[in-house]
């Protein structure tokens, strides 16, 4: 409990000389913050996406081969999880991504510890339209909903037939959430959002790249 005071008190106090003695305000204090952890986060965050982008574009190109396995197999449970089991093998691939899987809980404290700085230190100052970072505002709301919806649509491999819908129902859910929250809050998920967009297009565009030469074998 001491460690995680002393770490809510170090982001508080970045965020205090940013907005105070920088004279940045909260709301850009907030933003010039978030992308700075973001940015120290970009070798994590990098490594994590390119291994779900490769595992998203095998799992694509195996999806005639799983779907006769299922027709096959799929009376048979067991005989289905060993056929299964040895395609994903030969793939290199794993029911589970042990390794993202621990990138993402690394990543927890920092971005927990934002959270609960943001949502407690919005001062109820003013920022842009917004009259007071300590209450909802429904702009604000909304900018996250599009930016929730340009990070899903920065990902080409979302399925085509259900692709619209994989957009819109995480974007309508970031608007209600967003709009619940203090807009401190909802100001760090539309810069969050907007980094992670920009860093999945650019990561998709290099992985295409590296199947194209063939410096990738998917």
């Given amino acids: 409990m ?6 809510i008190e170090a982001i508080r106090s970045l965020l205090h000389a940013l907005a105070t003695d920088l004279g940045l305000g909260i709301g850009l204090g907030i933003i ?3 992308l700075a952890t973001r940015l120290a986060l970009l070798p994590l965050t990098w490594s994590i996406g390119y291994r779900g982008a490769v595992r998203q574009k095998k799992m694509a190109r195996l999806q005639p081969q799983l779907q006769l396995l299922k027709d096959e197999f799929g009376h048979d449970p067991r005989a289905y999880a060993e056929r299964l089991r040895s395609v994903y093998a030969e ?5 589970a991504d042990a390794r993202s899987l621990f990138g993402l809980l690394a990543q927890a404290p920092i971005l927990l510890g934002m959270y609960q700085v943001f949502r407690d230190s919005a001062n109820a100052g003013r920022f842009l339209w917004i009259k007071d970072l300590a209450k909802p505002d429904l702009g604000i709301a909304l900018v996250v909903g599009l930016t929730t ?4 649509a920065a990902n080409p491999d979302l399925p085509e037939q ?6 819109a129902v995480p974007a309508i859910i970031a608007v209600v959430t967003a709009f619940k929250l203090c807009s401190a809050l909802a100001v ?6 907007s980094f992670s967009a920009l860093q999945t297009y650019w990561l998709h565009k290099v992985v295409a790249r590296r199947v194209r030469s063939g410096a990738l074998i998917i």
Avoid: P
């Fill in 162 to 167: 259900m692709r619209l819908l994989l957009i």
């Fill in 188 to 193: 760090y998920f539309a810069v969050s959002n």
């Fill in 149 to 152: 919806a340009i990070l899903m």
């Fill in 32 to 34: 010039a913050l978030t």
């Fill in 91 to 95: 793939h290199g691939l794993s029911f």
């Fill in 2 to 7: 001491q460690l995680w005071s002393f770490w």
